[in-house]
């Protein structure tokens, strides 16, 4: 072979079957390699005929043979060498979604309409726009990835605003109230204090769900005898959404004494697999927005007497709660009797973030300033 020639090479997570070894890589994929430029086949070790063939073609058409290269192929090439290692749990959860949809379908016959399709079919589900387009996203880094030189930009929808909403304490009752019509009792206890938890330390999800009574690599630490509660992954260095590191909030003390006698490694421990933690909560959120959107009634079933109480009517926009919306709620709830520049560093959020995304105006705020006289300060009680 001439000095220079396009050639296949074979990079795996080790030197084994003639591989040369690359960093993030779990498996062995045969690239075209040229003019120092690696361009990936789309071919598993297995698959050695499919790449000669796509070698032949690239030298016969100066590009590589990827027409075939699916949308599933897409996302394994980029999980196995994701740039990020940060990134692998979130391009996991995207491809949950878009798999069952478009994972058959060819990266280059990916057009308007395919995508238009799913993002329709994602928003009838339930799925916020946010989600939505945040999957597309990643399914636009992995197809780049993919097929490199051969990319061809891929349309998305118009990147929605983040939407963050405020509760009032009437919904969040409703909601703490909707977790105790849950089938198993441990379900009940879990997602009330998931809701706790979210509301007075105004963090995500996921970062909730790692919480450990053990120092372990990776995930947050409670820590009851000096009173302290980290989101932060131990011995892992942070990424564009940071977690804090904070004393228990007092009311928050109670309840995770209690959770402590009941559990043994983590807060949310998980039913299906003995000694982890739950990795997703939701199948649980779903049948607690469909009670909490209705009228309430009472411990014995009987409907509230009075037709004024505020749980009379149903609720509406209870029916689309995110679980995001805790963390905008305990943030803007803070905010009132906190200055914003404790707060930031309490929940560790930048002043600018804080001020711009999580905290929210009121209505009965924005009617008190309203009626406020210009150049006199406001009266204390």
Same mark, same amino acid.
Request: aromatic share 8%.
């Given at each position: %072979?001439? *000095?220079?020639?396009?050639?296949?090479?074979?990079? $795996? @997570?080790?030197?084994?079957?003639?591989?040369?070894?690359?960093?993030?890589?779990?498996?062995?994929?045969?690239?075209?390699?040229?003019? #120092?430029?690696?361009?990936?086949?789309?071919?598993?070790?297995?698959?050695?005929?499919?790449?000669?063939?796509?070698?032949?073609?690239?030298?016969?058409?100066?590009?590589?043979?990827?027409?075939?290269?699916?949308?599933?192929?897409?996302?394994?090439?980029? #999980?196995?060498?994701?740039?990020?290692?940060?990134?692998?749990?979130?391009?996991?959860?995207?491809? +949950?979604?878009? *798999?069952?949809?478009?994972?058959?379908?060819?990266?280059?016959?990916?057009?308007?309409?395919?995508?238009?399709?799913?993002?329709?079919?994602?928003?009838?589900?339930?799925?916020?726009?946010?989600?939505?387009?945040?999957?597309?996203?990643?399914?636009?880094?992995? +197809?780049?990835?993919?097929?490199?030189?051969?990319?061809?930009?891929?349309?998305?929808?118009?990147?929605?605003?983040?939407? $963050?909403?405020?509760?009032?304490?009437?919904?969040?009752? #409703?909601?703490?109230?909707?977790? *105790?019509?849950?089938?198993? &009792?441990?379900?009940?206890?879990?997602? +009330?204090?998931?809701?706790?938890?979210?509301?007075?330390?105004?963090?995500?999800?996921?970062?909730?769900?790692?919480?450990?009574?053990?120092?372990?690599?990776?995930?947050?630490?409670?820590?009851?005898?000096?009173?302290?509660?980290?989101?932060?992954?131990?011995?892992?260095?942070?990424?564009?959404?940071?977690?804090?590191? %904070? @004393?228990? =909030?007092?009311?928050?003390?109670?309840?995770?004494?209690?959770?402590?006698?009941?559990?043994?490694?983590?807060?949310?421990?998980?039913?299906?697999?003995?000694? &982890?933690?739950?990795?997703? %909560?939701?199948?649980?959120?779903?049948?607690?927005?469909?009670?909490?959107?209705? =009228?309430?009634?009472?411990?014995?079933?009987?409907?509230? &007497?009075?037709?004024?109480?505020?749980?009379?009517?149903?609720? =509406?926009?209870?029916?689309?709660?995110?679980?995001?919306?805790?963390?905008?709620? $305990?943030?803007?709830?803070?905010?009132?009797?906190? =200055?914003?520049? +404790?707060?930031?560093?309490?929940?560790?959020?930048?002043?600018?973030?804080?001020?711009?995304?999580?905290?929210?105006?009121?209505?009965?705020?924005?009617?008190?300033?309203?009626?406020?006289?210009?150049?006199?300060?406001? #009266? *204390?009680?």
């Amino acid at each position: %072979m001439a *000095r220079g020639a396009p050639r296949l090479v074979l990079f $795996g @997570p080790d030197t084994k079957n003639g591989a040369r070894k690359k960093a993030g890589f779990k498996d062995y994929y045969w690239y075209i390699v040229h003019k #120092r430029t690696e361009i990936t086949t789309g071919h598993c070790l297995a698959e050695r005929r499919d790449a000669e063939l796509a070698l032949a073609k690239y030298i016969r058409d100066g590009k590589p043979a990827i027409g075939k290269l699916t949308v599933a192929a897409a996302f394994k090439l980029y #999980r196995e060498s994701a740039p990020e290692k940060h990134t692998l749990a979130r391009v996991e959860q995207a491809f +949950v979604y878009v *798999r069952p949809a478009l994972g058959a379908e060819m990266c280059l016959a990916l057009n308007r309409q395919k995508i238009e399709r799913y993002y329709r079919d994602r928003l009838d589900q339930g799925a916020a726009p946010w989600t939505v387009w945040t999957e597309l996203s990643r399914l636009r880094t992995a +197809v780049k990835f993919a097929l490199g030189a051969e990319y061809k930009p891929l349309w998305l929808p118009k990147k929605p605003e983040p939407a $963050g909403t405020t509760l009032t304490r009437s919904q969040v009752a #409703r909601l703490l109230w909707a977790c *105790r019509r849950l089938r198993w &009792e441990k379900s009940q206890r879990d997602m +009330v204090l998931m809701i706790l938890v979210a509301l007075y330390c105004c963090q995500r999800e996921e970062a909730c769900t790692q919480l450990s009574w053990e120092r372990r690599r990776g995930h947050g630490h409670i820590d009851l005898d000096t009173m302290r509660i980290s989101f932060k992954r131990l011995g892992e260095a942070e990424n564009k959404k940071p977690r804090a590191d %904070m @004393p228990i =909030p007092r009311p928050l003390r109670l309840f995770l004494k209690l959770a402590r006698k009941r559990t043994t490694t983590w807060l949310f421990e998980s039913n299906k697999k003995p000694g &982890e933690h739950v990795i997703d %909560m939701h199948n649980s959120w779903q049948p607690v927005r469909e009670w909490a959107s209705k =009228p309430l009634m009472k411990a014995n079933g009987d409907p509230w &007497e009075r037709a004024d109480h505020p749980w009379h009517d149903p609720a =509406p926009a209870l029916a689309q709660f995110r679980f995001h919306d805790l963390i905008h709620t $305990g943030a803007t709830w803070r905010a009132r009797s906190t =200055p914003q520049h +404790v707060l930031s560093k309490l929940i560790n959020k930048t002043p600018a973030t804080l001020s711009t995304v999580y905290l929210h105006a009121e209505q009965d705020e924005l009617e008190e300033a309203a009626l406020m006289s210009p150049g006199k300060r406001q #009266r *204390r009680i």
